[in-house]
């Protein structure tokens, strides 16, 4: 059993800071892109930021200077740190992990549940 689970998630005012982190657990061979999505109201889900296994990393325009992704391969986790935050930020965001589990050849993408950001004054 593979879980994916996000913490960090809140309400700041403009300008503010939040750190969201991922931890992937269960049995799991490899671990390769992490990954964070983001989801306003009535809005379809858009790539945040991504970081491959060796460290890699790509981000969306909109966050870019002000979103730094981060993973600890040790711990299976990945970080979002968010600075500058402005309300069109405010979503839900989900994590992604694309693995290989124990006992299968395959790679599948596990999402996490999801955390509300909510930045407003």
């Known amino acids: 059993q593979v879980q994916v689970v996000e913490s960090g998630g809140g309400l700041v005012q403009p300008g503010g800071s939040l750190r969201l982190s991922c931890t992937v657990s269960?049995?799991?061979?490899?671990?390769?892109?992490m990954a964070w999505y983001r989801q306003a109201p009535g809005m379809q889900r858009e790539l945040v930021a991504e970081?491959?296994?060796?460290?890699?990393?790509n981000s969306a325009e909109s966050v870019k200077g002000r979103f730094t992704i981060s993973r600890d391969n040790a711990k299976n986790t990945v970080y979002l740190q968010m600075n500058s935050l402005k309300p069109e930020d405010t979503a839900v965001y989900y994590c992604?992990?694309?693995?290989?589990?124990?006992?299968?050849?395959?790679?599948?993408?596990?999402w996490g549940q999801g955390t509300q950001v909510t930045v407003s004054s």
């Open positions: 992604s992990a694309d693995l290989t589990p124990q006992r299968t050849a395959a790679r599948f993408r596990y």
């Open positions: 970081i491959t296994s060796g460290g890699r990393t």
């Open positions: 269960g049995s799991i061979s490899s671990l390769y892109v």
